[in-house]
């Protein structure tokens, strides 16, 4: 259901978005041609519900001119240089289109994720009233759930999973929770303060992927075969990306990152595409793991 409600707000940013001005009878008709109206429409009191939440969650106003009684989203042209409010409009943007064109569903075929998104509201309820979050949860290498404390810092997504990024007190550190890993999550009465000088950006600025590691960021070069070269130009593997050298059978890129494991992960995805130039230390890992590789295939 958190879900659910979750896609229903996106899908009305959206719609309001795309649309410009609507009437709420307008609104209606493209409503029933989801699958979140089971053939009903919005109750005026859900509707406002939606609005407000909408405010409360995205910081998005939906405003009515009383004179025609149509609605609209407040400073519109805002939202393209808000990173989080223009992911909401796009991440979900296929989705919310697919669900007004119900008669294409088996035409269209999208990557399902994992579990987990049904405790987006709840998480993000309690990154919005600064308190504290508790969730039962078991990793991929424990049999059995544990419960987690965390002061809920922020939310991000990486391969298709939701992560909550938070403090946990019992080791006195930022720790990383993958939200497919979770059986329940719930709002404590507890408050904390937000970190005023923490950025998240900051955080996760010389990782790539999830990880993040207490080293100094290095200096790696990939040299990287035509056409896998063509994807990573339009879309770079991490923001510290340059281009050093380019030409029809090759391009060479710098990067200022930590060689986490996610970033090995993505090297090695790229096969006989990819060759790693930088650091000497980088390389022989990446050399070993290929010879590995190998020997289970004899």
Same mark, same amino acid.
Request: hydrophobic share 35%; aromatic share 14%.
């Given at each position: ?8 707000? !996106?899908?009305? !940013? ?133 419960? !987690? ?71 790696? !070069? ?77």
């Amino acid at each position: 259901m958190a879900q659910n409600l979750f896609n229903r707000y !996106v899908w009305l !940013v959206n719609t309001l978005y795309r649309n410009k001005r609507m009437t709420l009878k307008e609104i209606n008709n493209s409503w029933l041609h989801t699958d979140f109206s089971d053939g009903n429409p919005i109750p005026r009191r859900t509707f406002h519900n939606h609005r407000e939440k909408i405010q409360e969650f995205f910081d998005i106003n939906i405003e009515c001119d009383r004179v025609t009684n149509e609605y609209y989203i407040e400073d519109v042209d805002s939202l393209s240089n808000d990173k989080v409010r223009f992911w909401l409009l796009n991440s979900f943007a296929v989705e919310n289109i697919i669900n007004e064109q119900q008669k294409l569903h088996d035409r269209i075929m999208l990557e399902k994720n994992p579990s987990g998104e049904i405790y987006l509201t709840t998480i993000i309820e309690a990154m919005r009233d600064s308190k504290v979050l508790q969730f039962t949860y078991r990793t991929f290498s424990e049999t059995e759930e544990h419960v !987690v404390t965390l002061l809920p810092y922020f939310i991000r997504i990486f391969k298709q999973r939701w992560y909550i990024i938070g403090y946990n007190a019992e080791y006195n550190q930022l720790r990383i929770y993958s939200l497919d890993r979770m059986s329940s999550a719930e709002v404590l009465k507890e408050e904390f303060e937000y970190p005023a000088d923490f950025s998240p950006e900051e955080y996760f600025k010389n990782s790539f992927g999830i990880i993040v590691e207490e080293k100094s960021a290095e200096v790696i !070069v990939l040299k990287v075969n035509t056409p896998q070269n063509n994807y990573i130009k339009t879309l770079p593997l991490h923001h510290s990306q340059k281009q050093l050298f380019d030409c029809d059978s090759f391009t060479t890129f710098q990067y200022t990152l930590l060689p986490t494991f996610d970033f090995k992960q993505e090297i090695l995805s790229m096969g006989a595409k990819v060759e790693v130039l930088q650091p000497q230390s980088l390389r022989e890992e990446i050399i070993a793991t290929l010879k590995q590789a190998l020997e289970n295939y004899k």
